[in-house]
């Protein structure tokens, strides 16, 4: 007979192995949006799924307009995660048009810049909303809920998530249809770009922004160019706070540009139970946190416009 410490350490595999093989499994497929254009996204979605009224996140990749890869090996962790739970992962190519830009000097250069960045947002939230558009009228057989869908992204990819959300609230695009907004935003160092301040941000979908104070590359909390500003994450939280909306905000005291990327690997529980507390329709709070690291050294949160300029190019 077998002995009994060697049944249990057998029977303890056994189970092991039977949660190992039925751990979900993350299927990838490409599909092209728009052929115009050549725009593709990758579907990240688990292979032992009902397919039946599934939420999905579309998520835009960041790069500063310049360049940038929707499936870039950094944002794997989360993709997988979240499509190991359940979520559709949508992640979307968009038009970079800052690529072709080069600025000139002096206050000429700045205001080429700004104006350059304005049409750089513009064309991505346009290829933004046209993706989603597109994730809409897959949802029956993809097996998507098309009132669970969440905007995300990272830096560039985090503007034009907000900016998509912005632009639902301020005026409704046509290629969306009637009576859609995103369930809820999840980005990571963004901002909206406005001309003067934000309209109707009471109306925002639930957001959980995260974005560290020292970062020149996106504002943290508002960097303006005469009527046009950038208003970050900061900015943003506060507005929604003191509104009434629902969210969460994640500050790290002394972080730089790298909360583009962190909170994709250290923060995804928080991301989850987040969603999880939005979509199945909890009552409204807003979280906000705030992460000090002892004995930071001195650092900048003062950035000009020029900063700006200097970290994007």
Known sequence: MTPRYLRRILSAAAVLLGTLLSQAAVETTDFTYNPAEGLKLTRY????????????????????????????????????????????????????????????????????????????????????????AYILGQA?????????????GSSAGAITALQAEYTLVTDRPEALPAGF???????FAGAILSQGEPQMLAQFCPSMLFHGDAD?????????????????????????????CA???????????????????????????????????????????VVTVPDTAPYRTDFTITDFIRANQ
């Not at 907004?181 to 980005?187: I, Q």
């Open 247 to 289: 969210g969460a905000f994640h500050t790290q005291m002394g972080a730089d540009h790298s909360m583009a990327l962190s909170p994709m690997t250290s923060n995804l529980y928080d991301i989850a139970g987040f969603l999880q507390r939005i979509l199945s329709g909890a009552p409204k709070s807003y979280d906000w946190t």
């Open 140 to 152: 029956t057989s993809w097996g998507i809920d098309p009132r669970l869908i969440v905007a995300s």
């Open 45 to 132: 979605a688990d292979t032992n799924r009902t397919g039946k009224g599934d939420p999905c996140i579309i998520f835009a990749f960041g790069g500063g307009f310049t360049h940038g890869e929707r499936n870039d090996a950094r944002y794997q962790d989360y993709f997988r995660f979240m499509a190991e739970r359940g979520y559709v992962v949508c992640t979307i190519d968009y038009r970079t048009t800052l690529a072709s830009f080069t600025p000139q000097s002096g206050s000429d250069g700045i205001q080429q810049f700004g104006m350059a960045l304005v049409g750089a947002i513009q064309t991505a939230t346009s290829d933004y909303i046209s993706a989603t």
């Open 181 to 187: 907004n995103y369930a809820a935003c999840v980005t």
């Open 216 to 244: 020149c590359n996106v504002p943290y909390d508002a960097l303006t160019l005469g009527p046009i500003g950038l208003y970050g994450s900061h900015y943003l939280a506060t507005r929604f706070k003191d509104s009434g």
